[in-house]
């Protein structure tokens, strides 16, 4: 073992230690080290619900999870919604739901609730506003009155001298008088946080031991922003520290945040969590997982007929591994087996060809015929699908046997595709590019995803692109079917979803011969050129 693996190691245990003192003796101590000793393993997760749930954030709530539950502690669920401006409750829903459906349940959360509550960061607006005070009377906050012209002048100054870019302290002269009175004439201000220009805040990661990263990289970071709302930074660790989360367990882009977060709980005076920043999930190319190179959102495992059980084993093998090396396991026995210190740093890779692999093998060793029956018959056709589809049908067949051929699209994953059977008399390949690649971003912005609002949104991108609606559906009958005559297409996309429907059209351009970064620049100023009704 090496020498930072038994480190490591070491500093696991004596968490493990702590928390099994706390449950033999299970008194209350009020000094502040017996407070820290008797503090219970709590740890969370704390999505911003702001788009589709990511499998990224699955798989820090797992390890989250089993880090707490494998000591006795608490998981909780908290929604770090104070970006109102791209928050929306659907994507609360959804993450909720798909956490839910992969069964990494949590024992606190805005719709179960707890002692530590509410677990919605818009509703702790007061708590927020009673924190600063704290720290504007203590000067280790201030007002900064900057208008947007200086800073980014600031900022082109800085680029252009090649230093550092960030705030550099102007409204820290500011007197207390000087403030009162901008305050007072209603002035516009935010509050940002003083941070040192010297030295370097060094913290021990649980799993990279000690971190150190210079102040002078730390911008003085803005707390509450013009309209009283905070960042995340301030509302991320007001919450940690009131929601009693004793290790923060998250992933590795949030490192370089640690420094402001420390400095926040030493101008509060309280003990800081230990911080565990995990490997990030990457594609097989070894770039950071996203959704241009592999699908990232559990709804697509879920549409595409994964077990969730296989998703969470799949998940549990990113960078983590069993004890006795087995391969196949549950989270039961990933919770019994889990010990931190395990995990490697080595970028784990999310191939979909080893996720395939495993679920096939849950499918094969743990369904007896009828259990796959009914499992299939679940996913494939459950109530509201089959009301939907089967008036499609009956219109077109004229017996039985011609329904399964019918269907298949509308029960299907990918669908292989080559580029002939895009071949029209009125579309060149170019424009049949433009019709899936514009459908699917206007697609993607849709609020509700409602025959009528489907319909509405792919007539008027036909217009906008002054096509007609016969030539305009076309590349998308055969994208979403296989074929240029079948089922309503704007139905398919309702029944299928986003997500299949994403990767439809997505496997419809790289058929066609994919679309390349500088295409895609183009593409992408000529959508937003177009005006919606
Ligand atoms: N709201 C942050 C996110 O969306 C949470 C980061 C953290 O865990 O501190 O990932």
């Known amino acids: 073992m090496t020498d930072r693996k038994s480190r490591r190691r070491a500093r696991q245990s004596a968490d493990v230690v702590i928390w099994a003192l706390s449950r033999i003796i299970g008194a209350r101590f009020h000094c502040a080290p017996c407070i820290a000793i008797m503090t219970q393993i709590r740890t969370r997760i704390a999505p911003s619900p702001t788009g589709d749930p990511h499998v990224g954030t699955a798989y820090i709530a797992l390890f989250n999870r089993c880090f707490a539950h494998s000591q006795g502690g608490k998981f909780i669920l908290r929604i770090e919604d104070t970006d109102q401006s791209r928050s929306t409750a ?12 992969l069964g990494i349940e949590w024992d606190e959360g805005p719709d179960c609730g707890g002692e530590y509550g509410p677990y919605r960061q818009s509703q702790r607006s007061d708590i927020y506003r009673q924190h600063i005070e704290t720290l504007l009377a203590n000067g280790s906050a201030f007002r900064c009155f900057c208008s947007s012209e200086r800073l980014d002048a600031l900022r082109r100054q800085q680029m252009q001298e090649k230093r550092q870019t960030g705030y550099d302290g102007h409204c820290l002269s500011l007197t207390q008088a000087e403030v009162d009175s901008r305050v007072g004439a209603g002035e516009e201000s935010v509050v940002r946080m003083a941070v040192p220009r010297e030295g370097d805040c060094r913290f021990n990661d649980l799993l990279r031991g000690e971190v150190a990263i210079a102040w002078s990289q730390i911008d003085m970071q803005i707390l509450i922003k013009s309209d009283g709302l905070p960042t995340y930074h301030f509302a991320n660790v007001v919450d940690d520290h009131l929601m009693g989360i004793s290790h923060v367990i998250r992933g590795e882009e949030w490192i370089n945040s640690t420094p402001k977060h420390l400095l926040l709980y030493e101008y509060f005076g309280w003990e800081a969590p230990r911080f565990c920043h995990m490997p990030l999930l990457r594609n097989p190319d070894k770039s950071k997982l996203s959704k241009r190179k592999n699908p990232t959102s559990i709804n697509y495992y879920r549409s595409m007929g994964y077990l ?4 969470v084993n799949y998940l549990g093998m990113m960078g983590w591994s069993m004890p006795d090396g087995a391969e196949k396991f549950t989270l039961t026995q990933m919770t019994r087996s889990f010990d931190i210190s395990r995990v490697s740093l080595g970028g ?15 499918l094969r060793e743990d369904f007896a015929a009828e259990d796959f029956i009914a499992a299939y018959a679940s996913w494939a056709f459950p109530p509201d699908k089959l009301a939907a589809i089967v008036p499609l049908i009956m219109q077109r067949v004229d017996k039985f046997s011609d329904v399964a051929e019918l269907a298949k699209p509308l029960v299907s994953g990918e669908l292989p595709l080559e580029a002939g059977a895009f071949e029209h008399k009125q579309l060149a390949p170019s424009e049949v590019q433009r019709v899936l690649q514009f459908s699917l971003w206007r697609l993607e912005s849709l609020a509700d995803w409602q025959r009528d609002s489907i319909e509405a949104a792919l007539q008027g991108l036909a217009a906008a692109m002054e096509l007609k609606i016969r030539d305009f559906l076309f590349p998308l009958f055969v994208a979403m079917s296989g074929k240029p005559v079948s089922l309503s297409v704007i139905e ?27 295409q895609l620049k183009l593409l992408q100023q000529e959508f937003h050129g177009f005006s919606w009704p």
């Not at 659907?90 to 459906?101: F, G, K, Y």
């Not at 969730?308 to 998703?311: H, K, M, N, V, Y």
């Not at 309702?494 to 970064?517: N, P």
Request: cysteine-free; proline content about 3%; overall charge positive.
């Open 492 to 518: 398919a996309i309702r029944i299928l979803g986003l997500d299949i429907t994403r990767a439809r059209l997505r496997s419809a351009l790289s058929a066609m011969g994919g679309v390349s970064k500088k």
């Open 308 to 311: 969730p059980q296989a998703l």
């Open 348 to 362: 784990p890779i999310f191939d979909l060809a080893k996720l395939d692999w495993l679920n096939g093998k849950y």
């Open 90 to 101: 659907q994507s609360e829903q959804d993450i909720l739901s798909s956490l839910r459906w």
